[in-house]
């Protein structure tokens, strides 16, 4: 029996385990289809045609009842997804945070998926717990923290790491919350944030009971940045209410035009009035990787706690966000529990972190090893050219648009482009900015979307990829100018 080890008939016929050569089979397959994606992804149309008629209708022929072959059942869903998907790996792809993977993200997936380490308590995944644990340091080492002195948690996303710093804020400002919850205040608890902040902050206050309207919007200053000034005039006029200010919220990096609220006022003011100071640093965090923009970051170590999500810039397949906190405490004062059930007794005192205590997921996913690997692999040198890179390809888009006869609105150093048409009358419009956007979408030449910048209508272009390249640009601004003289009426 034992040099039989598992592969018994009965596991070896199973269609759960596949056998030897089906897998050898199936394997190859996906390795072809992965290297083709990566080959050929130019070569596909950006956007696909937008018609659920047709998805469905392909996925009608889906059947459970029968027994597909791997290779078979593969094949249809490649090719469902090269043909009915906006492809984000495209190099002409100028979209929302959607980069292009890394290689060892990808694989990292597989090794994930197959090992399946349970990231709920240390003593079920010391190897997979702990590397997480070591890149929460280099991060915090990274971002301005002391490496030794940074806790956090991966996450699924920003949004998850935006609501756990809302959590652990409230924790933190309300001794009563995590027993008692909002209901023991006498007061109402508000938080500030920019009108340029990220919509997940919102969802965040409805998830904690705080209700939208507790956070407070502050006007930005013609570059797109919170107002230091009004901030401070706003937590002076809710103290004199009945509202209690908690938290103030930085963004480094908004979604609209990478605008980077000036973060060491923000602290002077939080630190002045006594409130937890968050930094949503979900994409331009990646900026601290880069000796030449880690500048622009000036203060970020100042923070309480720090939102970055790695399945943003730095390209590692979603969902792979992070919590940062230099309050080594507060996550498990937030998320604390202890059941029964949980095998917790053998690492009892031993120095060791249970992430099912220490953060919102209980079972998790090894969320942390595409950014392990892919930065094992590239090291911070790697990270740091192909991001340089970005915002080189940024710059010469924004150079190649102004000499066209466009109108840049934003600094392109996070690899964001926010312009509008300065060659009609018509061109700050936002539905001729949205007709010139789909016009360019329609034709599969290239991605770019429309969005209000401080209530401005523009066009926003960002480079996500690592491989996009002049030519890409190039392409992109030719297919505006195209669109342009198109929709002359
Ligand atoms: C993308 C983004 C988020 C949300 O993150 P997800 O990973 O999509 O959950 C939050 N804040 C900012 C600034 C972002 O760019």
Redesign the pocket.
């Known amino acids: 029996m034992m040099e039989l080890g598992y592969k018994t008939p009965a596991a070896e016929s199973s269609r759960l385990m596949l056998d030897a050569e089906s897998r050898a089979g199936l394997w190859r397959r996906v390795l072809e289809a992965v290297e083709a994606y990566a080959d050929d992804v130019h070569t596909l149309p950006v956007r696909p045609e937008l018609e659920p008629e047709a998805v469905r209708a392909a996925l009608a022929t889906a059947d459970f009842d029968k027994e597909l072959s791997p290779d078979a059942a593969l094949d249809f869903v490649v090719g469902l997804m090269r043909k009915y998907q906006t492809h984000n790996s495209h190099p002409r792809y100028f979209g929302l945070?959607d980069p292009a993977t890394t290689t060892m993200g990808v694989a990292a997936e597989t090794l994930a998926a197959a090992f399946n380490p349970q990231l709920a308590v240390w003593s079920q995944s010391p190897a997979a717990v702990e590397m997480e644990q070591h890149l929460v340091r280099a991060f915090g080492g990274r971002f301005g923290y002391r490496a030794t002195d940074t806790d956090g948690t991966f996450t699924?996303?920003?949004?998850?790491a935006?609501h756990t710093a809302l959590l652990t804020a409230l924790t933190r400002a309300f001794p009563d919350f995590a027993s008692k919850g909002l209901r023991a205040l006498d007061s109402q608890p508000v938080l500030y944030v920019s009108s340029e902040a990220?919509h997940?902050l919102l969802k965040a206050a409805r998830m904690c009971g705080l209700g939208s309207e507790a956070v407070r919007e502050i006007p930005v200053d013609e570059k797109f940045r919170m107002d230091v000034g009004a901030l401070s005039r706003r937590i002076a006029r809710d103290r004199s209410q009945w509202f209690a200010p908690f938290m103030v919220v930085a963004?480094a990096?908004?979604?609209n035009a990478g605008a980077i609220d000036p973060i060491d006022r923000v602290a002077d003011v939080a630190e002045g009035a006594g409130l937890w100071l968050h930094v949503?640093a979900?994409?331009g965090g990646a900026a601290a990787l880069v000796p030449e923009l880690r500048h622009l970051l000036e203060g970020l170590g100042r923070a309480d706690s720090i939102?970055f999500?790695p399945?943003?810039w730095l390209s590692v397949p979603r969902?792979a966000?992070l919590y940062l906190t230099r309050h080594a405490d507060v996550l498990g004062r937030t998320f604390g529990v202890r059941p029964a059930y949980m095998p917790l007794k053998k690492t009892e005192g031993m120095n060791v972190v249970d992430p099912f205590g220490h953060s919102m997921q209980w079972s998790r996913r090894f969320i942390g090893l595409r950014v392990f690997l892919s930065l094992l692999v590239a090291g911070w040198d790697g990270y740091a050219a192909a991001l340089r890179h970005q915002v080189e390809m940024a710059r010469h888009l924004s150079s190649q648009l102004e000499r066209s006869g466009w109108e840049v609105v934003n600094d392109p150093s996070l690899a964001v482009v926010c312009f509008f048409d300065r060659a009609r009358a018509e061109g700050g419009d936002a539905d001729y900015l949205e007709a010139l956007a789909e016009h360019v979408r329609a034709s599969g030449a290239a991605w770019l979307s429309t969005t209000l910048v401080a209530g401005r209508a523009v066009l926003r272009a960002c480079v996500t990829n690592y491989r996009t390249e002049r030519r890409d640009v190039d392409a992109l601004v030719s297919a505006l100018v195209e669109a342009r003289r198109a929709l002359i009426v």
Do not use: I, L, P, Q
């Open positions: 945070y699924s996303g920003g949004a998850e935006n990220h997940s963004t990096g908004t979604t949503d979900a994409w939102t999500d399945h943003k969902g966000g």
